[in-house]
């Protein structure tokens, strides 16, 4: 019987998932986290592989916008529930899926698409490349001190019910979405998933709690969401602090909410993940030994429409440079484009038959698209190839960000 692909109807949702769970290790969700995606689930943009009345392979996207450098959002699909059945491995499943999905996100409009990988291999032949990392952190608060900013003292800390916190603190994050590439504004719903909190993600710990740091006002500037994972053995209490969330809109707020983290009673340390990889805890911190930091990759990167995407960020410094770009999963990106960017920031890209600066795949445009890896090492890796000299330092300066670009949640 023939393999047949098609949008997934809202009656169809419990198999497609029930396939989703299997391909993942088919251990189940909760009932509140597969209630919440069920809601977050975009029917239109879901694709089921069936075999006659089986699932056997899924794609889905959500309707983002990302901040990418200078600011703006930009509407990206954040591809999501992709899984094969394990019965149908090497049959061609998975590339029909991201076939038809990135036609489908070309045929949309979005210049972007971007994913989180359980297998990072798999989507670099699909044109993903790395663009953000994360940074996890295991303190030892019996050793470690902090050292923190003036106006720290001045922070009010209070803490919260997490449901009725809510607002407040969605105000502080969707007030941070520009200042960091990487981040994605909150559509609707995409807020009940900082409360998820059913007993299968506690990893052992207390129900879920909030501490807002808030100005002599009473504005909230601040919040953390956290776990305490109680632990005794015959010397006293081994007990843990497990951070979820933290953000600050400024450096006191920050310094205040770990100091408060590091000092809860009967806890010994403070493991943190998901953390962007130049936290200021780094510096805050008396011995960034004894943090054990740790990277990992986070999210994947892919311009859909190459000469959209490029323009829609702005750039750390003026560039006149030819890019010669192979993509064919993506054939419409391939061959020359000048990418020029004025004094202000802003770009413009379009074809070219002038001799190419710079050799790349759109790999790796991908990883600097947010400017926290840089063309650099990529060409260090052999990934880009300068073909004039001086060109792979005026991009690598060019598309440079300030700050790392950070996801903070997964989708």
């Known amino acids: 019987m023939a393999l047949e692909t098609r949008v997934l109807q809202a009656d169809e949702w419990d198999v497609w998932y029930d ?23 975009e029917h239109e943009r879901s694709l089921a592989v069936w075999d006659g009345d ?6 889905g996207a959500f309707s983002f916008r990302l901040s990418v450098p200078g600011g703006a959002l930009v509407p990206a699909a954040g591809v999501t529930m992709v899984g094969v059945a394990p019965t149908h491995r090497r049959r061609g499943v998975l590339t029909s899926l991201m076939r038809r999905q990135m036609d489908d996100i070309r045929a949309g409009g979005e210049p972007l698409a971007v994913l989180t990988a359980s ?13 953000t990392y994360s940074l996890a952190v295991d303190i030892d608060t019996t050793r470690v001190r902090l050292s923190v900013p003036p106006g720290t003292d001045e922070v009010r800390l209070r803490l919260v019910d997490p449901e009725k916190a809510l607002p407040e603190c969605e105000r502080v994050y969707a007030e941070l979405v520009s200042r960091r590439p990487g981040m994605t504004a909150r559509q609707p719903l995409w807020e009940r998933q900082a409360l998820l909190d059913p007993p299968s993600m506690r990893a052992g710990g207390s ?27 015959l010397t006293g209490s081994e007990g843990k602090v497990l951070l979820s969330d933290l953000d600050a809109l400024d450096p006191a707020a920050e310094a205040a909410l770990w100091r408060y983290l590091f000092e809860i009673d009967l806890t010994w340390s403070v493991r943190a993940t998901k953390r962007p990889v130049d936290d200021p805890v780094l510096h ?44 064919t999963f993506c054939p419409w990106n391939e061959g020359r484009w000048r990418l020029s960017v ?14 190419a ?14 400017g926290g890896i840089t063309l650099t090492s990529l ?11 001086g060109a792979l330092t005026e991009a690598s300066r060019a598309f440079a960000g300030d700050v790392a670009p950070w996801l903070p949640h997964g989708f």
């Not at 396939?19 to 689930?41: I, M, Q």
């Not at 297998?119 to 663009?131: C, D, L, N, V, W």
């Not at 011995?287 to 960020?313: F, K, N, Q, Y």
């Open 19 to 41: 396939h989703l769970e299997l391909a993942f290790g088919g251990v189940p969700e909760s009932s509140e986290e597969r209630d919440l995606y069920k809601s977050l689930t």
């Open 379 to 389: 060409a260090a890796a052999g990934r880009v190839r300068e073909l004039r000299a």
């Open 54 to 59: 089986t699932c056997v392979g899924s794609a």
């Open 207 to 233: 129900p879920l709690k909030c501490v807002v740091a808030e100005r002599e006002d009473g504005a909230v500037v601040g919040y953390a969401r956290y776990r305490v994972k109680a632990d005794w053995d």
């Open 357 to 370: 600066d710079l050799e790349l795949s759109v790999r790796e445009l991908g990883s600097a698209y947010l």
């Open 342 to 355: 004025d004094a202000k920031g802003e770009a413009r890209c379009v074809r070219t038959a002038d001799p």
């Open 119 to 131: 297998e990072p291999a798999i989507y670099g032949r699909f044109g993903y490349g790395t663009g």
């Open 284 to 327: 805050l911190v008396s011995d960034v030994r004894r943090a054990r930091p740790m990277t990992r990759d986070s999210l994947h990167v892919r311009l859909v429409d190459l000469p959209a995407a490029l323009e829609a960020r702005t750039y750390g410094a003026p560039l006149d440079v030819v890019v010669e770009v192979e993509d």
